[in-house]
């Protein structure tokens, strides 16, 4: 029965085995096998955890069975579902390299409690995904184990950093996969890979067991097939964690649409969103979709965020500031890799020197430049400054509309290699997801058509802090009269 499991969204898989229609056991070796005949290929999984998936999968399956015995219907909320998680957050007994060297033989003693809360709904985690390094860039190709394919299109990048997380869930190498989004890692590879990809508010879901990039802007997100699958996930990792003091204790609840019409909705088109230098058939892709969401009952009206265009130099400020913090962790002495020398601060350099790869290092160093005695008030301090005016930005157009429709990148996926030589090539690619998490809101990454190359293209969504469920609900509303999201790659 296990023939065409793959092919079965989150919320169909838990259906299915909730009606006793197949075994968690089944359901994970359809995905085992799918991952050992494709990974090679795709290096989607950095780590394959057959063993432990296929024993927590038997123990889902006793839990069904002893509750159908005794006809107790409370079952834990994702009993038996398989879930990749991406290798920047911490699972008890699995390596987390991060992508990098340096954390080549680290594996950690404890789980992220995102992870956690999602153990202990009953998920079977297949394995670890690919990551640029720390989560840094937009491509996997930061990643020091090998670039990820992305599997609409093999010679072109996922996206990333979580570009391992949209494979895996693009080419049905896992239902849902978790990622991160520190300035557009999940909705950019969403994007590229025609996924459903949450980013959620910050503060929202705990970074604990997360390891650090960008510590005000990471957040942990969800790669998804569509809006209900990334809602059932956040639904089980959200909410207030003692153990991160930036989670909030009470989520408000904001308005959503519900059901199928979106009557009373406003939708802003920002028009720093539509700038040169974003492809005709995003744009018309976009469009188009935005037209589909007025066709179900919403108002469009144009609107302006001005401080756009300062998004993309106050982020790679900020974010290589505060990971040049985080990263000092990384000496040769507490974790991973060491070059042993007599002399401690020599087996400093040494360690890092071999265990970070270049762009680790550039962002090592702009950060340290930054927040320099001299230079602090100058880049840092105004970095922050116009922070504030980018979120103020949100805040005001949020009194006039209740999300924001955008594109989510400039293109469709670009090919392997294409910025090779340039990283602030690299970075323009970011441009559109920055501004949100410089502004701490949600977003979500929807896929809204196909190009002429038949690569898929990103519909974009913010809403207000805390309007996580607002965008799932548009998302599901779209979804119920699109089916972009139904597409599946040819392997
Ligand atoms: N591409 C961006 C960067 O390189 C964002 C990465 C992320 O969200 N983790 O920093």
Same mark, same amino acid.
Request: with cysteine; hydrophobic share 40%; aromatic share 8%.
């Given at each position: 029965?296990?023939?065409?499991?793959?092919?079965?969204?989150?919320?169909?898989?838990?259906?299915?085995?909730?009606?006793?229609? $197949?075994?968690?056991?089944?359901?994970?070796?359809?995905?085992?096998?799918?991952?050992?005949?494709?990974?090679?290929?795709?290096?989607?999984?950095?780590?394959?955890?057959?063993?432990?998936?296929?024993?927590?999968?038997?123990?889902?399956?006793?839990?069904?069975?002893?509750?159908?015995?005794?006809?107790?219907?409370?079952?834990?909320?994702?009993?038996?579902?398989?879930?990749?998680?991406?290798?920047?957050?911490?699972?008890?007994?699995?390596?987390?390299?991060?992508?990098?060297?340096?954390?080549?033989?680290?594996?950690?003693?404890?789980?992220?409690?995102?992870?956690?809360?999602?153990?202990?709904?009953?998920?079977?985690?297949?394995?670890?995904?690919?990551?640029?390094?720390?989560?840094?860039?937009?491509?996997?190709?930061?990643?020091?184990?090998?670039?990820? /394919?992305?599997?609409?299109?093999?010679?072109?990048?996922?996206?990333?950093?979580?570009?391992?997380?949209?494979?895996?869930?693009?080419?049905?190498?896992?239902?849902?996969?978790?990622?991160?989004?520190?300035?557009?890692?999940?909705?950019?590879?969403?994007?590229?890979?025609?996924?459903?990809?949450?980013?959620?508010?910050?503060?929202?879901?705990?970074?604990?067991?997360?390891?650090?990039?960008?510590?005000?802007?990471?957040?942990?997100?969800?790669?998804?097939?569509?809006?209900?699958?990334?809602?059932?996930?956040?639904?089980?990792?959200?909410?207030?964690?003692?153990?991160?003091?930036?989670?909030?204790?009470?989520?408000?609840?904001?308005?959503?649409?519900?059901?199928?019409?979106?009557?009373?909705?406003?939708?802003?088109?920002?028009?720093?969103? $539509?700038?040169?230098?974003?492809?005709?058939?995003?744009?018309?892709?976009?469009?188009?979709?935005?037209?589909?969401?007025?066709?179900?009952?919403?108002?469009?009206?144009?609107?302006?965020?001005? /401080?756009?265009?300062?998004?993309?130099?106050?982020?790679?400020?900020?974010?290589?500031?505060?990971?040049?913090?985080?990263?000092?962790?990384?000496?040769?002495?507490?974790?991973?890799?060491?070059?042993?020398?007599?002399?401690?601060?020599?087996?400093?350099?040494?360690?890092?020197?071999?265990?970070?790869?270049?762009?680790?290092?550039?962002?090592?160093?702009?950060?340290?430049?930054?927040?320099?005695?001299?230079?602090?008030?100058?880049?840092?301090?105004?970095?922050?400054?116009?922070?504030?005016?980018?979120?103020?930005?949100?805040?005001?157009?949020?009194?006039?509309?209740?999300?924001?429709?955008?594109?989510?990148?400039?293109?469709?996926?670009?090919?392997?290699?294409?910025?090779?030589?340039?990283?602030?090539?690299?970075?323009?690619?970011?441009?559109?997801?920055?501004?949100?998490?410089?502004?701490?809101?949600?977003?979500?990454?929807?896929?809204?058509? $196909?190009?002429?190359?038949?690569?898929?293209?990103?519909?974009?969504?913010?809403?207000? /802090?805390?309007?996580?469920?607002?965008?799932?609900?548009?998302?599901?509303?779209?979804?119920?009269?699109?089916?972009? /999201?139904?597409?599946?790659?040819?392997?």
């Amino acid at each position: 029965m296990s023939a065409g499991l793959h092919e079965l969204s989150a919320k169909q898989a838990l259906a299915g085995l909730r009606a006793g229609k $197949f075994s968690s056991v089944e359901l994970t070796r359809a995905y085992l096998e799918r991952i050992e005949q494709h990974n090679p290929r795709l290096n989607a999984y950095l780590h394959v955890a057959a063993e432990s998936a296929l024993q927590a999968a038997a123990a889902a399956d006793k839990q069904y069975a002893k509750a159908k015995r005794s006809k107790s219907a409370k079952l834990p909320a994702l009993l038996g579902l398989p879930i990749a998680v991406k290798d920047v957050l911490a699972v008890a007994g699995m390596p987390a390299t991060c992508g990098s060297r340096i954390l080549e033989n680290f594996v950690p003693s404890y789980t992220a409690t995102s992870v956690q809360r999602l153990l202990d709904a009953g998920v079977v985690i297949l394995g670890k995904t690919n990551t640029d390094e720390f989560a840094m860039g937009s491509s996997t190709e930061n990643s020091a184990y090998g670039v990820t /394919h992305n599997p609409w299109d093999e010679t072109r990048v996922p996206g990333g950093s979580s570009g391992g997380s949209a494979a895996a869930v693009a080419a049905r190498l896992a239902p849902v996969a978790l990622g991160t989004d520190t300035g557009g890692s999940v909705r950019q590879p969403a994007a590229f890979c025609g996924l459903s990809g949450l980013k959620t508010t910050y503060g929202r879901v705990s970074r604990y067991g997360l390891v650090a990039f960008g510590s005000s802007l990471d957040t942990v997100g969800v790669l998804a097939r569509d809006a209900a699958d990334a809602g059932l996930i956040l639904k089980v990792m959200g909410g207030y964690d003692p153990r991160d003091a930036t989670t909030v204790e009470k989520t408000p609840k904001l308005e959503k649409p519900s059901g199928k019409s979106l009557k009373g909705l406003r939708i802003g088109v920002p028009k720093e969103y $539509f700038i040169d230098g974003l492809s005709a058939e995003v744009e018309n892709g976009v469009r188009e979709a935005i037209r589909q969401l007025e066709a179900l009952g919403a108002k469009a009206v144009p609107v302006s965020l001005p /401080h756009t265009e300062y998004a993309l130099p106050v982020y790679y400020i900020i974010a290589p500031a505060e990971a040049s913090a985080n990263l000092a962790r990384f000496d040769g002495v507490r974790y991973g890799l060491r070059v042993a020398q007599d002399d401690l601060i020599e087996m400093f350099k040494r360690s890092r020197g071999a265990g970070f790869g270049p762009e680790v290092k550039r962002r090592i160093m702009i950060g340290s430049y930054a927040l320099s005695a001299g230079y602090y008030d100058a880049y840092y301090g105004q970095a922050q400054k116009v922070r504030a005016l980018i979120r103020r930005d949100f805040d005001n157009v949020f009194k006039k509309v209740d999300i924001i429709a955008a594109p989510s990148t400039p293109s469709t996926a670009f090919r392997i290699g294409a910025h090779g030589n340039d990283p602030l090539e690299m970075y323009l690619e970011d441009v559109f997801t920055l501004p949100a998490n410089l502004a701490g809101v949600p977003g979500l990454c929807v896929c809204a058509g $196909f190009d002429g190359q038949s690569l898929p293209i990103g519909l974009q969504m913010l809403g207000p /802090h805390f309007a996580d469920e607002r965008l799932l609900a548009v998302a599901a509303a779209y979804q119920k009269v699109t089916d972009w /999201h139904k597409q599946a790659p040819a392997l």
